[in-house]
């Protein structure tokens, strides 16, 4: 299973098209909007969202609800690109209007001069379209797919937000998987814990006010796997390095850890390792899950944990010091519009990039074109794996 994405923040639409999903597994497009309505919210997010109502179009690979399994087609329209048709249509325009429109001034922290020099581009706007996390949406709608597959075969994902400009969630161990959507729902910044909820709150209107933008970590759980998916066979099959991969993708991550991650260089091995158990019920356990769900490159069939780290957004109505890529003079206010923190939305994005992962894993172990057979192969292989 793969998945491409195209389409430019201002341009008419994002497309993606995902290949390798099974023939006769039930899909509508409820399950995809429900995604992407839920990475549009979160506190913080600026003057775009509210332009914005992602639905998606499936342009092709699903008739009467079933998947055909021939490649799958999603349409996200940008209904901002009304307000751009001048600036982003295809069609040339005079030089006159395109000197006046170029945009020069490249933003500290995002993808503007480094992508003007790689690709030459004078405009950095050929640049910000593309590297924009407007993109997201359609992984998101991948992903989305990929969830709904996971879900019929008993694997479920969530993601939410653990810490938002140094403000940290209490760890809540005996919240259950329900309860842990169910909170990250109902919380504005996505979080479980209702009084870092607030202060994330006050620190994210804070940085607003003050022109300044904040990051904060976000954390994917995976219940249901069975052990064994992935491999240690060759680096690039190992799953947890195709999630970390994914996670560190998307803009504005920097950095990616399993279970208690860097935590385990400060520690003993006695105190990091998880230790076996076993039951007829039940099979092959773990005592603790410090390595978030991994050994080896495979699942071990406790939950994967995984955490990922957002950088401040870069657009910054305080001015931060630039250079003008044609007169070369400094300048020192980049006024944009822009979001102050995507941490929520961002923590949607995590779940949705990882549920991908996740699902191409199981794919290339058990390849299946028709869904009902894949369901059947992963139920005689849990069978397999309580009995070992
Ligand atoms: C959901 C989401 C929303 C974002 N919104 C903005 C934004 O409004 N303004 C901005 O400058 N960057 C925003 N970013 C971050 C930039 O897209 C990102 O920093 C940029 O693409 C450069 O890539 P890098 O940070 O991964 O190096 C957002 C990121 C995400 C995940
Ligand atoms: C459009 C989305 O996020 C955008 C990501 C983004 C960036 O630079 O990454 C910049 C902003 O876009 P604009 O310049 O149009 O306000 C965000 O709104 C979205 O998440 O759907």
Known sequence: MRYLTAGESHGKQLTTIVEGVPALMPLTSDEINESLLRRQK???????MQIEKDLVDIAGGVRHGYTLGSPIALVVKNDDFKHWVDIMGEDPIDDDKKIRRVVSRPRP???DLNGAMKYGHRDMRNILERSSA???AVR?????????????????????????????????PDLSFDQKVTISEDSPVRCLDPEASQKMMDAIDQAKKDGDSIGGVCEVIVEGMPAGIGSY???????????????????AFKGVEFGIGFEAARRNGSEV??????????????????????????TTGMPIVVKGVMKPIPTLYKPLQSVDIETKEPF???????????VPAAAVVMEHVVAFEVAKAILEQFPHDQFPKLKKAIDEYREEIRCF
């Open 42 to 48: 979160g506190h913080g997010r600026g003057k775009r």
């Open 109 to 111: 922290g995002h993808a």
């Open 134 to 136: 407007r993109e997201t």
């Open 140 to 172: 998101v709608a991948a992903g989305a797919v990929a969830k709904t597959m996971l879900k019929q075969l008993g694997i479920n994902v969530v993601g939410y937000v653990n810490e938002i400009a140094g403000i940290k969630a209490e760890e809540y």
């Open 233 to 251: 066979v060759h680096f690039d099959r190992k799953l947890d390095a195709r999630i970390a991969f994914a996670v560190q993708s998307i803009n």
């Open 273 to 298: 390792h998880d230790e076996i158990i076993w039951s007829e019920e039940t099979g092959y356990q773990r005592r603790t899950n410090n390595l978030g769900g991994f050994e080896g490159g495979m």
């Open 332 to 342: 020192t206010a980049s006024i944009e519009r822009s979001d102050s923190c995507a």
